[in-house]
C-alpha cells in the first residue's frame, strides 16, 4: 500500500490529490463499518493491528507462541459474551482461584494463611469465597473483603496491619 502522506507527519506527499486522500479514507470507513457489522461495533481496526504486529515479533522467537497470540473465531466469539455479559451486569470477576493462598485477618489482630476450597452465595453478603485454616474453622468471606480483610499476598497482609497499628 502506498502512503499519501509523509511517514511520521500529517502532511500529505507534494503531489497527492484530494481525490485520492479521499478515496483511501472511504476504503477505510468501509472497512471499519465492515467490522462494526461483524462485530456489534465492538472492535477497531486497532484491535486487530496490535496482536498481528506482536505476531510478527514474536514468530522469530517462537512460532507456537506468536500463533497463540493471533486472534481466533473463538476468541472473539467469547470477547463478544463478556461483553454482553458485562453490559447484563452478569459477568462476575472473582477475586482469586480454588487452591490459591490469601491472607485473612485474624480477631487476635494478625493474619492466619489460608486456602480457597469453593465459592458460595449468600443473599445477605453476596458472592463469597470459603476458605479454610489451621487457625480456623471454614470460613464464607464475601468478595467485598478483599484488601480490607482478605489479601492475596503475605505483604500486603503486612502492610494492612502496620497501617491498622498507626490509626
Known sequence: MERLTNSGTKEAKPDVTIRE???KLAGYEDLQEK???QFDGC????DFIEPIIEFDKQRSRNEELAKAMLITNDSVSK???WKSLSK?????EVPCNVGDAVYVKMQSGGYAEAEVRDYSFF???GFCIV???DKFDKQHIPFTEFRKT????REEAEQALERSKKE
Open 35 to 37: 467490522l462494526d457489522k
Open 21 to 23: 486522500v479521499l478515496t
Open 131 to 133: 476458605v479454610t485454616s
Open 123 to 125: 443473599l445477605s453478603c
Open 79 to 81: 470477547y463478544l459474551k
Open 150 to 153: 482478605v489479601f492475596l499476598t
Open 88 to 92: 447484563q451486569g452478569r459477568l462476575l
Open 43 to 46: 472492535l477497531i481496526m486497532e
